[in-house]
Each structure stands twice: as structure tokens, then as C-alpha cells.
């Protein structure tokens, strides 16, 4: 295996996220419960309405925060006070400005992989909020590009791949979904390695289809990412389409 | 002047935007009519809120769309109703998913222009729905590369020129709005044609400091912009620090 550029997923491959959303989710069934919403149905209810405003919304705490709003007014048939709607507007704030802690071992996997790799940062989002983040986490210095993209899908790979002149076969991304940092970049020819998280919003949860799962490794955590990198590199592994 | 790279603003200088965000607040200013609040009062109020909230929400409709959620709130001291919060919701996705209508000539100067020309299409927002208004708007193809940015400050565009090894002497920009798409350009040592707009957001309306108004040319509509840039680079303009 000959891999020369590395790509690296950023929410809940180098710092936390989900969490930050299970925490407001917590915060919305607080305040449902005083209208006396069930929070087993509304769950259900608000997973519905997020997953449908992608569409309009694309992916971030924006859209999350309007997926909020509209879950709130509808599972309280319009009952929702305005000081109910303050408090959502108030914690979709708070998920903007929430300190951006990172994963363990993330400084210390980057600091070592960019010595000998270009490193590109390819994150879906609100380019506004990525930014502030990525300028928050001080792990900027490590990447030789910042890509944001609105999805990520085997074209969105192959044309950022395009654009740095680099050859599908020659590029591996590391990321914590299967299906936004695994399946796309496998699908175009790339190869990829899955660090799961201790929480991922199951959304994005796919299968891999079985013939490409040969271009598919899994490392427990960031700190054992650089020494299988090196693995790979060395060709210990026999790499390749089964 | 030797001018190469040519850069373009979207919203409003290739097509309507302005007048969206205008029939929106039109229609906020109905709902709120019926609360028993005076228009005039509110319009300051919302503009006030839509500016705060840059900060978190940064340029776009999703972030304009929980702007005027937070006023409705603000405004009726809480009274705005369940159904009053999902009529704005509903709003925000009328705005995304709004025809894309270009402005007369758009099609012919970028067509003329990129045949002589490298054109970057350089447009702040949500990623997610500006891409969908470039797909959709036909206008792709003209450009070597678009590039959607956070806010446009003189850092943005010298990051942009810097990657693309373009000097900032031979690069100028096209657009509508003094405050992004003209100052930051001058500022940094490059050109600007600035194409006033019928309407523009009162927040983008900056004055252009005296030593700079040498590199800033203003033309009336995009039917003259490719003929002017013409008379530019065969130095009928004497241009240059004043």
C-alpha cells in the first residue's frame, strides 16, 4: 500500500460532538416534560424532523436548533410558550460557543502522521462554526488543507482528491461514521480506517458492502492510529480487493 | 493594468437575493401585525437581533430564519404562538428553496469573461445552500472555482489569491456590496468594479476610504462590465495609487 495523503473527519474523530447534542436533547425533554410530553416518543418525533430538514438545513447546530423549534411546536400542538422557544434559541447558542474538547491522543496522532504525510481536514457543516472550532482546537497547524463540505458523498471525495492532484488509490481517511468518512471514500477507490466513537448519531450507522470491506480497518483509538499507519505502509497487511 | 483573475460576487450581483430577505420581512411584519406591533418599531429590532447574532449564526437564511424567531418572541413578549413560530419556520424553507432568478446580463459577461479570464465565484454563507442556488442557478460552468466563505475580509481574499498564486495586483472583483466585496479586495491590493445594487442590505453599506477610491471603478449594470474591463486593461485608465 502505497498512501500518501491522509484525511482526517473532525467531529468525534478529533474532538467531542455527539455529546454536545445528546446534552441539548436532554435540555429539550426537560422542557417538554413540563408540557407533559412523553421523551420516549418525542425522541422518535424529533430524529423524524431532523433527518427531514437536511434538505433544507444540510448538517450543523443551526439546522439542529431549527429542528428543535419545529419538534417543539409540534409535539406540544402549538402550546410551546415563547419563553420555551427563548430557552431553545438560547441552547442551540450555547452548542455554537461550547468549549471544543478534544479526543485523547488527537495532538499527539496529527503532531506525528504530518511529519511524513499531507494531512487534509475534511469536515461537513456550518463553515462559520467549523472554522471557529478548528481555529479553537489549535490543531489547525497540522493540516496542510481545511475542506468543509455541505456532505460527503464518493463525488465530494473524488473532487476535493481532483483538486489536490491526488490519486484515489494513494489517499486514506480516518473518521468515526461509516457512512459519511468510510463508505464514500472506499466506494472511490480510496482506503479507510474507522476509529468508532463511544457515541455516534445513528443516522450514521450503514452497513459496508461486502466487497469493499478489504479496503476498510478499524483502530480502537487515535493513539494506535500512526503506528498502524505505518503497519499498512510497510505491507504487512496484503491489501486489496478480496 | 494587467488583470488575470477575476473574482465574483453571487448574491445580488448575479442574482436577487435582497428582494427575498425584503418580501420575508414583509410577511414577519404581517404576522406580527396581528400581535398588535407597530412595523417601524420592529424593523429596528430585528435588524438589531440579525446583527448580535452574527456572531453565532454567521451570514445566511438559517441564521436570518432563528433571528426572526428570537424577535417574534422579543417583540409580543412572548405571545407569539406555536402556529406564529412554524409560519416562520415555513418562511426560512420558502427561502432556501426559493427560484434562483438571475440578473439580466449574469449569463453573457460571465460567458465573455471566462474566455479570456480564470472567474472565481467568491460568496459568503451556508455552504450547503449556496451550492444548491450555484447548481441551480446554470452558472457552474464559468467558473474555475467557487469558493464559500465565513465573512469576507481582506484575510479571506489573500488566503483565496494566495492558493491560487494570484498577486492581488492582477485580480479584480465584481459585486454589489461596498462592505464585502470591495473594501477588503482594496484594501488588500487589489481591483474592484462595484455593481450598486437596486436594493442592498443596509449592513453592507460601508464608505470607501479616499486613498483607496483610485482602485474601486463602478458600472451600472453586468451588460457593461465586460466592455469596461476591456477599456481597464488596454490602460485607457490611467489607475494606480491616487
Known sequence: MDIHWI???ADDTLWVNERLYREARSRFDALLATYGVDPAGADRRVDEIEVQNL?????????????????????????????????????????????VELLEGAEEALAELSSAHPLLLITKGEPNHQH??????????HFRQVEIVPDKT???YAEILKRHAVEPAHFLMVGNSLKSDI???VAMGGWAIHIPSDLTWEH???????????????????SELAP????????ALQAGPA
Open 7 to 9: 484525511g482526517f473527519d
Open 55 to 99: 434538505q433544507w438545513f444540510g448538517y450543523g447546530v443551526m439546522s439542529f436548533g431549527l429542528s428543535l423549534i419545529e419538534a417543539a411546536v409540534d409535539l406540544t400542538q402549538g402550546r410551546i410558550s415563547g419563553q420555551g422557544i427563548s430557552q431553545l434559541i438560547e441552547l442551540t447558542k450555547d452548542m455554537i460557543t461550547a468549549e
Open 132 to 141: 471557529s472550532k478548528i481555529g479553537r482546537s489549535g490543531l489547525r497547524k
Open 154 to 156: 464518493p463525488a465530494t
Open 183 to 185: 463508505l464514500p471514500v
Open 204 to 222: 450514521e450507522v450503514v452497513e459496508i458492502p461486502p466487497h469493499l470491506r478489504s479496503r476498510v480497518f478499524e483502530v480502537a483509538a487515535l
Open 228 to 235: 498502524f499507519i505505518e503497519t499498512l505502509k510497510g505491507g
